[in-house]
């Protein structure tokens, strides 16, 4: 089993910036990927950025050059830095961990709320 515990979530104004954390504990090995996904009610859960442990990070399209993916292996914590905020980036965001055959972990959510 994998814990996860993010932090980091809340309210900015559109324009503003937030840094989301998610620590991972317990069983980390063979972690393949760390990420990020949010959803917003009625929708699907989507993915936001990804990264493997070799530090290559993916984006969604709606969030490239805004947002930010970085990973402390020693720590075991992946970071999602989000500038430029705006309405539609209000969503509860999950960190998600990636383990070898289809195994997968999520955090509890954290809530990011970008007022207009």
């Known amino acids: 089993q994998v814990q996860l515990v993010e932090s980091g979530g809340g309210a900015v104004q559109a324009g503003g910036s937030l840094r989301l954390s998610c620590a991972a504990s317990?069983?980390?090995?063979?972690?393949?990927?760390m990420a990020w996904y949010r959803q917003v009610p009625g929708k699907e859960r989507e993915m936001v950025a990804g990264i493997t442990r070799g530090g290559e990070p993916n984006y969604a399209d709606s969030v490239k050059g805004r947002f930010t993916i970085s990973r402390d292996n020693a720590k075991n914590t992946v970071y999602l830095q989000m500038n430029s905020l705006n309405a539609e980036d209000t969503a509860v965001y999950y960190c998600n961990v990636r383990k070898p055959y289809g195994t997968q972990y999520w955090g509890q959510g954290t809530q990011v709320t970008v007022s207009s």
């Open positions: 317990g069983s980390i090995f063979s972690i393949i990927e």
